[in-house]
């Protein structure tokens, strides 16, 4: 995967102008290079199958190009033709000499003749490949195809400021989908501290009063004991100084409660057009992972004894009179703000591969560590195995690890507790202290039986005991444990790979993890993946890899009382769901989460890593 994970670097810092202005491409608005990176970025995924296709490892062609006279010696760079064979039978393509010129490539590519026309449809990622799509691959539903890989896209580039709108209904009422802006640079200042557990629910407006560059000096001396969250340029380029879920110095009072925004000026300037986009698509951002109001977006002066913001919305300094910058507000935050998270089929349990041109079934079987019949196995719809074409999806889930795999990065936990195979109530939580894991807190046993859960089916789980069985449906349980964590922060149990992440039914938000931990059950090596439900906010990507110990979301998403951990009428406290699970036969079966450091080695209790606050049984 390294020639792939090259070209997601190269194309991630590549400069579009420069590739248009070499190529004599029309000059392209700059605010649109993000979307024409997602979207090609994401060809590139479906065409290569991520880089692991013959034709991009032996050609450098990773979109899967045909050769046309017009690919030959443009930009400085070759574009010779090769014979090769896919799909649709054998054609000539481009072989590319380098990474580089297949990034140029792509783009004299599109702008040949069948293409024309695309420069006035570069809106969104969405707009640019619903109108070159059905002219690259016809009659495929291409564009559908690819814009299944736009979040991956987004998350290699790392771009998250590509806001999404939901065309008006015949109503007229509109809905936006947010992300956030791409921050130019994140420099930490040193004047924060903890907001204690206080919620995030206002958006406070400021201005500089000087350059940028100066503003930034300011935050970054510790001598000044002043911050703010984010900075945003005249150029719209946004610093982020402060973490969100730390608390800034800018406000005063409300400084635990709030998120700061300075705002390059000086006296007398305006907010410039491009300074008041990013900082409409920050707060509009900020309104959706935060839940925040409109009625809470306010200006400095609202709070303290300031000029502040000065006259970036044409109020007057010297007055409270603040009708332009709450007009302001009204026009631009009036709409539902729609959080960018996607939905999570709770039953899915199988990984799904897409077919790639230059696929044969043979190759997707090897490289999912499975041979031709076990792959056909799995997806018995299958009757003709040699007719597969681009765009297919096949199940290439096999949960067994070869005997010799030893993928573990990460060490034993060795809780000092064992966490209960009971039902917990606020008098028999157990506590203790670890220097990965935070302050925990265990409030619901291993698969306890509460009026609190939900009704559940019967399920096959393996307890302390080793032994897999079969829990009858039609109870009211918990799927494994239930735990709170102080402060907020979720942290990953084990390092892997982020395979799932958005809003399940039953479980609110919740993220799936592929462990790089691998579980034995009779004599066979499996892997294993936990998920962390009820979370307030994610703070990592679908495909993202995760360290243990990482911080990969907020706790917060539970419908109980928050901050807590007293049992309200009956309900549970606030709180994160952990399953730990893999997959068996076709059926998922849930394990305790601590029968792994069993298999790593360390006995639970023996407090290696960790203190023991406290113990009720």
Known sequence: MTLWNDLVLLYKKADLGQIFSALNIAEIDKSSYDALKIASLSQWILESGRGTSDLSTLHYNFGGLKWRAEMLSFADFSAEKISYSAHDGTDFYCRFLSLEAFTAGYWKFISRSPYKGWEKHITSPEDYINYIGNIYAPNQNYPEKVQEYFEEARSLLEITNQSRSIKDDAHGAGNDLVFKPKIKDFIKSPNFNSRRGIDID?????????????????????????????????????FQMVEDLDRAWHAGSINSRSIGIEHEASPGDRITPRQEKSSIQLIRWLMAEYDIPKERIIAHKEVNSTSCPGDLFGDK???????????????????????????????????????????????????????????????????????????????????????????????????????????????????????????ITITGGYMEEHHAHSVKSAMKVIFLDGIIQKLSGGVRRN???????????????????????????????????????????????????????????????????????????????????????????????????????????????????????????????????????????
């Open 202 to 238: 206002t958006v406070v407006v400021h201005y500089t009063t000087d350059t940028l560059r100066s503003a930034i000096n300011t935050f970054k001396n510790p001598a000044t004991e002043v911050s703010a969250h984010y900075v945003i340029g005249k150029s719209g380029d946004i």
């Open 317 to 439: 300094r010297d007055s409270k009179d603040l009708t332009n910058f709450k007009a302001w507000v009204d026009k631009n935050f009036s709409q539902e703000i729609i959080e960018n998270i996607d939905s999570v089929a709770p039953d899915e349990t199988e990984e799904i591969y897409i077919i790639q041109p230059g696929d044969t079934l043979s190759q997707v079987a090897g490289r999912h560590g499975m041979n031709l019949d076990q792959l056909l196995a799995l997806n018995p719809d299958i009757k003709e195995p040699n007719k597969i074409s681009p765009g297919q999806k096949i199940i290439v889930f096999s949960s067994i690890v070869s005997e010799n795999t030893n993928s573990s990065r990460s060490r034993p936990l060795a809780l000092p507790i064992m966490i209960s195979e009971k039902t917990l109530n606020s008098s028999t939580y157990q506590i203790f202290k670890h220097p990965l894991l935070g302050d």
């Open 479 to 617: 799927i494994g444990i239930d735990y709170s964590v102080a402060p907020t922060k979720v942290k990953a149990w084990y390092g892997g790979k982020i395979t799932k992440r958005g809003v399940e039914r039953g479980y609110g938000r919740r993220i799936h993890m592929l462990l790089d931990v691998l579980f034995e059950y009779q004599g066979k090596k499996y892997q294993i993946y936990q998920a962390f439900a009820h979370l307030k906010k994610f703070l990592v990507s679908r495909n993202q890899d995760v360290d243990q110990g990482e911080v990969i979301g907020i706790m917060g998403g539970s419908s109980t009382q928050r901050g807590t951990l007293e049992v309200v009428d009956g309900a549970y406290p606030l709180h994160v769901d952990l399953s730990t699970y893999f997959i068996m036969d076709g059926a998922r079966v849930e394990i305790h989460p601590q029968l792994l450091d069993r298999q790593l080695g360390v006995t639970s209790q023996s407090g290696q890593y960790c203190t023991l606050k406290g113990v009720s049984s």
